[in-house]
């Protein structure tokens, strides 16, 4: 999954477009490069590795222009190097690309057929060389485009620039996002609206199958087969310091310490104390038409539903399945009108969920969705969103969106209670009380943060962590394993407490530090047991237990404590701690937290 930015304006593009960058630089960092419309040449700069491999180049090969495109990259096609980073140029047109072109080989075939000499292993150079045949044949660029990309099949956000036209930018989308900033004499786009935030809060947002062309004073949308469309720009509320690290070391220790303000924004406004109940705007759901629910995500949203299974069938008493969205898609699955499909997913735009959405509709379900990305693909294919106010999550591993999607789900699972007569006013006021306390709490958690960095200075020499939980804990061992696994690159496993017997507890040796999860709830007495089994045989525990424990401490090597809560919430402040413990062994282990290797914050591909 890549980035793509367009500037043009009244402004030097090289400092727009690498700000843009920066911005977008959580979605891939293989490489980078942009082309500017310099004395009407498109000129171009490009560096493997991290964007400030860029900077560098920049510093000695300067640009000026004041329109150009940008691009950070996730390698899918050909290996991270100079000649494959985009943007890609062909005969003075430019263009950069994110997604996948799935016949990029038969097109180059054709384009070589008629002379065309190709110099990357790139999908995306095809589009060049189809646009630039187009213009060699008399098109216009917009025209040009939009041939080229009625040739193409996969999914792709573009931004194009052409010394034929230098006066304006153009972008398509298909299945990509691809975002317009409005700004006064200058026009943005981008693959997402962090980018944007320092020229306007003004943005438009492309559809599938949408031509886009931008000059400083004017955006002109129009369907891939020529219709006009008509717009208007969305306000976006968050503001430039948000996606900025705001004096922290990393995002993610940004976002850890966000954790009691966005779960306050998530609830606020949905909550109706004296009632006992919650308002989810346009929500009309009602449990007496679900057979069942079935919730689809993936990564750590794929683990906030598994602890949503717990809430939706306590409180509202409807079965529910948990699946892999990358799973469900190629099942068959049984799913019908009266299932009820949940998806959840942070970004909005992966692929694997995307598609386990069409497939769900395809067979009849309702769908909605939990989001936290406005305008996102996801929230334009179901029928209903809720949208966490986590704010914009540039850290690649997933804390604030995680822990607000469980407030999400603990809302609409208690008005599905509400609404079915499951949940009485009364313990409707309870479970609201239990919520609204728990920003408070969170921050209680916080405060340890310098006790769970010295444990993690104990603990991160260790190569191999098991994480064990029950019940509606069990999914927040998966969680912290996770967590671990993808900033420091320690693997780490999470296991279901009960399981231990029957099979990993051959793994537990005084090299194999165990993190139990043993809050005072109805599971405590067997986790109690999990933790002798461990110590039988030499292994190191790290309990994390609830404030005022006697029994579990005595069984533990080190403590973390959170306070007591509702067993319904203690996943959520659970969490916390399995964050810090993670953030804090990957500083000591000196890798890019905020951009683990291989990865990408939103992914789009499949
Ligand atoms: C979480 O820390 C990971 N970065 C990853 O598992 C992520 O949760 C997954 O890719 C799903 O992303 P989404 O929520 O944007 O759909």
């Not at 493997?48 to 900077?55: A, C, Y």
């Not at 150009?68 to 047109?93: F, K, L, M």
């Not at 299974?309 to 409807?318: D, N, R, S, T, Y």
């Not at 994390?544 to 005595?554: H, N, S, Y």
């Amino acid at each position: 999954m890549c980035g793509i930015v367009g500037y043009i304006g009244p402004k030097e593009a090289v400092g727009v477009l690498m700000d843009g960058l920066k911005r977008l630089e959580y979605r891939g960092y293989d490489s980078s490069g942009i082309a500017v419309l310099e004395n009407g040449k498109v000129t171009l700069r490009r560096a493997v590795g991290k964007l400030e491999k860029l900077q560098a180049v920049l510093l000695k090969n300067p640009l000026q222009g004041r329109s150009g495109i940008g691009h950070t990259r996730w390698a899918t096609h050909g290996r991270p190097s100079e000649e494959n980073a985009h943007p890609h140029i062909e005969g003075g047109v430019a263009v950069v690309h994110n997604g996948i072109i799935e016949n990029y080989l038969a097109l180059k075939e054709e384009l070589k057929k008629e002379g065309a000499h190709f110099k990357s292993e790139t999908d995306t150079e095809v589009i060049s060389h189809l646009i630039h045949r187009e213009i060699k044949n008399g098109k216009k660029l917009a025209e040009a485009v939009r041939r080229a990309v009625s040739r193409l099949k996969g999914t792709y956000a573009l931004a194009v620039i052409s010394e034929d036209e230098p006066d304006k930018l153009v972008g398509a989308r298909m299945e990509c996002p691809l975002a317009v900033g409005v700004g006064e004499h200058e026009t943005m786009l981008s693959s997402d609206i962090t980018a944007i935030l320092n020229i306007t809060r003004k943005a438009i947002f492309l559809q599938d199958g949408e031509l886009v062309v931008i000059t400083p004073d004017g955006v002109e949308i129009t369907t891939f087969d020529g219709a006009k469309v008509t717009r208007p720009a969305t306000h976006i509320d968050w503001s430039p310091v948000m996606a900025e690290k705001s004096g922290f070391r990393h995002f993610m220790l940004k976002e850890i310490f966000e954790q009691p303000r966005v779960v306050a924004d998530t609830f606020r406004g949905s909550v109706i104390e004296e009632k006992g109940d919650v308002f989810l705007n346009n929500f009309n759901m009602r449990a007496a038409d679900i057979d069942k629910i079935v919730i689809v995500a993936c990564g750590t949203s794929w683990h906030a539903g598994l602890v949503g299974k717990f809430l939706f069938e306590e409180l509202a008493k409807i079965p529910v399945e948990v699946d892999l969205a990358s799973e469900f898609r190629y099942r068959d699955p049984l799913v019908d009108k009266k299932t009820l499909v949940l998806a959840i997913s942070q970004s909005g735009e992966t692929a694997d969920t995307l598609a386990a959405v069409k497939e769900a509709k395809k067979k009849g379900a309702s769908v909605i969705s939990v989001c936290n990305v406005i305008e996102s693909s996801l929230t334009r294919e179901t029928a209903w969103s809720f949208m966490t106010h986590a704010g914009p999550e540039i850290g690649v591993a997933s804390t604030k969106a995680f822990t607000t999607q469980l407030v999400a789900l603990y809302l609409i699972a208690v008005r599905l209670g509400r609404e079915s007569g499951r949940v009485s006013p009364e313990f409707g006021k309870t479970l609201i009380h239990d919520l609204v306390t728990l920003s408070k709490k969170i921050e209680h958690i916080l405060d340890s943060a310098g006790r769970i960095e010295a444990l993690a200075k104990k603990y991160f020499h260790f190569r191999d962590f098991i994480y064990l939980g029950r019940g509606i804990n069990y999914p927040i061992a998966l969680e912290g394993a996770l967590k671990l696994k993808e900033v420091s690159y320690i693997h780490a496993e999470g296991y279901a407490a009960g399981e231990m017997k029957h099979g990993p507890i051959a793994l537990i040796d005084e090299d194999m530090p165990v993190v139990v999860l043993a809050p005072q709830d109805a599971s405590y007495p067997k986790m109690l047991g999990n933790m002798e089994e461990v110590r039988a045989r030499g292994g190191r525990i790290i309990a994390v237990v609830t404030e005022g424990d006697k029994e579990a401490v005595l069984k533990a090597d080190d403590v973390i404590t959170i306070p007591a809560a509702s067993h319904r919430l203690t996943p959520l402040l659970l969490t916390v701690p399995l964050q810090f413990l993670a953030y804090y062994i990957a500083v000591l282990k000196g890798t890019d937290v905020d951009q683990p290797r291989n990865l990408a914050k939103s992914v789009t591909v499949e």
